[in-house]
Nanobody, 115 residues
Framework: QVQLVESGGGLVQAGGSLRLSCQGS????????MGWYRQTPGKQRELVAE???????MYAESVKGRFTISRDNVKNTVYLQMNSLKPEDTAVYYC?????????WGQGSQVTVSS
């Protein structure tokens, strides 16, 4: 079964850190990019960070300098290290694999940052 499995969400105090992981099943091939998105109630899902096969990265302005995205192509896994978390980072975080044939999405991980 083709799927993405996320882990690492949770509750943390402001200023703390969390690390999200997203592993894709081995049947997902030709992945061009891996990314993390987040969504809060009543708002559209927004891109947080993305990393391409070649290692190029991009970040939303709101997380630059605090979040780091990385990928392990052998394990078909993408990570999001989140430091200096703020209450406004509270959201459901989704990973996304962009492949040649289609996109794949993770199930979502709740991240809650308390003030």
């Amino acid at each position: 079964q083709v799927q993405l499995v996320e882990s690492g969400g949770g509750l943390v105090q402001a200023g703390g850190s969390l690390r999200l992981s997203c592993q894709g099943s081995s049947s997902i091939l030709n992945v061009k990019a891996m990314g993390w998105y987040r969504q809060t109630p009543g708002k559209q899902r927004e891109l947080v960070a993305e990393v391409t096969t070649g290692g190029s990265t991009m970040y939303a302005e709101s997380v630059k300098g605090r979040f780091t995205i990385s990928r392990d192509n052998v394990k078909n896994t993408v990570y999001l290290q989140m430091n200096s978390l703020k209450p406004e980072d509270t959201a459901v975080y989704y990973c996304r694999f962009t492949a040649w044939a289609r996109d794949y999405w993770g199930q979502g991980s709740q991240v809650t940052v308390s003030s």
